[in-house]
C-alpha cells in the first residue's frame, strides 16, 4: 500500500518562494504520474501540475512561469516549486499519484499566502 506525506507548507507573504514535498512510501513505479492539485475554500480541487514517468510536465495555466514540478525517482518524492506565489494562491494542496488505475491521494497541506 502506497501512502504520500506531503510537506512545506506554511504561510508566506506574496512573492516569498516555497517548496512543498510530497513522499511515498511503498514502491511507486517510474512510470506513474505524480502531481500535486490544490483547492481553496469554497471552489473544486484543481490539477496545479503534474510530472509523468518520463518527465513530461503540465501545469495550470494560472501558475505558469511561476511554479515548478519535479520528481526523484530514486526518492519516491515530487516538489512542487512555488514562486511569485500571490494570495489566490492560498489552497489546501494534494500529492496524487496515478499508476496505471490506481490512484493516491496525500492528506493536505496548508499554504496560505497574505498581501
Known amino acids: 500500500q502506497v501512502q504520500l506525506v506531503e510537506s512545506g507548507g506554511g504561510l508566506v507573504q506574496a512573492g516569498v518562494p516555497l517548496r512543498l514535498s510530497c513522499a511515498a512510501s511503498?514502491?511507486?513505479?517510474?512510470?506513474?504520474?505524480m502531481g500535486w492539485y490544490r483547492q481553496a475554500p469554497g471552489k473544486q480541487r484543481e490539477l496545479v501540475a503534474d510530472?509523468?514517468?518520463?518527465?513530461?510536465?503540465h501545469f495550470v495555466d494560472s501558475v505558469k512561469g511561476r511554479f515548478t514540478v519535479s520528481r526523484d525517482n530514486a526518492k519516491n518524492t515530487v516538489y512542487l516549486q512555488m514562486n511569485s506565489l500571490k494570495p489566490e494562491d492560498t489552497a489546501v494542496y494534494y500529492c496524487n499519484v496515478v499508476c496505471g488505475s490506481t490512484e493516491y491521494w496525500g492528506q493536505g497541506t496548508q499554504v496560505t499566502v497574505s498581501s
Open positions: 510530472i509523468t514517468g518520463r518527465g513530461r510536465t
Open positions: 511503498g514502491t511507486i513505479f517510474s512510470i506513474c504520474a
